[in-house]
């Protein structure tokens, strides 16, 4: 598993940075309503320009995860690009997940836990491996030239209340 925490300065291509006059149509909020759950997230905009992913997880009616999903136009990335998220969390684990091919049922799924401090946490996307519903897939880590989703996930098994403080994501190479 390659999450490395401040890695090297590298620059790379923003996917989505995070301010006060952020648009926020692109992103979708996907919760386990869908399948009967009653868990509920939001994504808002701080004062200070942050994207605020918050809300509950109820385990109720077979449920227990909330999502927050922002489509992209078929970015390229190769083996060597990484995703870069800077972010402050609650102390939960969270999910960051991508798909090549938003129709496809099934995500590229890497786990980050959060300190409740600023963190810049690196994720290769040839480490991310293929979940559907909460089960890994016996299919090969992501491997594809270009991806068309990202989302953060959270789904620990436990209801709780949760909040994730998103400043950007950028693609990198490393």
Do not use: C
């Not at 301010?19 to 701080?46: C, F, P, Y």
């Not at 992913?53 to 385990?59: E, N, R």
């Not at 995860?65 to 990484?82: E, H, L, Q, T």
């Not at 290769?124 to 519903?133: G, L, W």
């Amino acid at each position: 598993m390659s999450i490395l925490l401040l890695a090297l300065s590298l620059t790379g291509d923003v996917i989505f940075d995070f301010s006060s006059s952020s648009d926020l149509r692109g992103w979708q909020i996907v919760d386990d309503g869908i399948m009967g759950g009653r868990s509920s997230g939001e994504l808002s905009i701080s004062d200070e320009g942050h994207g605020v992913f918050s809300g509950t997880i109820s385990l109720e009616n077979n449920g227990g995860f909330s999502s927050a999903r922002y489509g992209i136009d078929d970015m390229p990335v190769d083996s060597n690009s990484a995703l870069r998220i800077r972010i402050q969390g609650d102390g939960s684990t969270y999910q960051l997940r991508i798909k090549h091919n938003r129709r496809y049922e099934y995500s590229y799924v890497q786990e980050f836990k959060t300190t409740g401090e600023w963190q810049e946490i690196d994720i290769a996307v040839a480490d991310m491996y293929p979940v559907y519903r909460g089960r890994r897939l016996n299919r090969p880590n992501f491997n594809y030239d270009s991806m068309e989703e990202v989302t953060f996930l959270i789904g620990n098994g436990r209801a709780q209340s949760f909040r994730l403080l998103i400043d950007n994501i950028e693609l990198i190479t490393k």
